[in-house]
Antibody, heavy 117, light 108 residues
Framework: EVQLVQSGAEVKKPGESLKISCKGS????????IGWVRQMPGKGLEWMGI????????RYSPSFQGQVTISADKSISTAYLQWTSLKASDTAMYYC??????????WGQGALVTVSS | SYVLTQPPSVSVAPGQTARITCGGN??????VHWYQQKPGQAPVLVVH???DRPSGIPERFSGSNSGNTATLTISRVEAGDEADYCC???????????FGGGTKLTVL
């Protein structure tokens, strides 16, 4: 069974750094792209970017380029999303999802990030 | 960048048919995928490549795509179908995923 398990909820202050994770199992982690999707409170899904763990090829949405960093450690089947300086506007649920062809067939459970002073 | 437009809300009585649209410029030339998201849960793929259902998704869920509109059709709607539904395409020009704004389906 394909599973993506994300790290837990985080509460941070503005200006702090953060790295959340997404661990894949039940499939060949290096053979599928992993995407990250933001969902702000009460809003829709926003595509942030995607990484191919096999060679760490990464693409970013223009809206998120330079704001976050996507990475992966294929030795432990884990993808990451990180911020160096959080803002209150980063408060959202973040999902990782496996890309098959042109769609996302498996999703993590989500990680709620709250940024508040 | 490519834009997908969905109605904010659709309401339907139990047992009736719900149709949720997703508009985009010449969207008929793209493959459209649909996700269901219930409150507090992660999205679930319900239709991919315009009309294909993943295993475990009821036959009541179907899709079509032509011209400038793709449609997710839910037949014999049940209370448990109440959720947000979001369409998605892969924009080959930018090599990016694009999501629609989402439609809240209310079962009356």
């Amino acid at each position: 069974e394909v599973q993506l398990v994300q790290s837990g909820a985080e509460v941070k202050k503005p200006g702090e750094s953060l790295k959340i994770s997404c661990k894949g199992s039940g499939y060949s982690f290096t053979s599928y792209w992993i995407g990250w999707v933001r969902q702000m409170p009460g809003k829709g899904l926003e595509w942030m970017g995607i990484i191919y763990p096999g060679d760490s090829d990464t693409r970013y949405s223009p809206s998120f380029q330079g704001q976050v960093t996507i990475s992966a450690d294929k030795s432990i089947s884990t993808a990451y999303l990180q911020w160096t300086s959080l803002k209150a506007s980063d408060t959202a649920m973040y999902y990782c999802a496996r890309r098959t062809a042109a769609y996302f067939d498996s999703w993590g459970q989500g990680a709620l990030v709250t940024v508040s002073s | 960048s490519y834009v997908l437009t969905q109605p904010p809300s659709v309401s339907v009585a139990p047992g009736q048919t719900a149709r949720i649209t997703c508009g985009g410029n010449n969207i008929g030339s793209k493959s459209v995928h649909w996700y269901q998201q219930k409150p507090g849960q992660a999205p679930v793929l319900v239709v991919h490549d315009d009309r294909d259902r993943p295993s475990g998704i009821p036959e009541r869920f179907s899709g079509s795509n032509s011209g400038n509109t793709a449609t997710l059709t839910i037949s014999r709607v049940e209370a448990g179908d109440e959720a947000d539904y979001c369409c998605q395409v892969w924009d080959s020009i930018s090599d990016h995923a694009v999501f629609g704004g989402g439609t809240k389906l209310t079962v009356l």
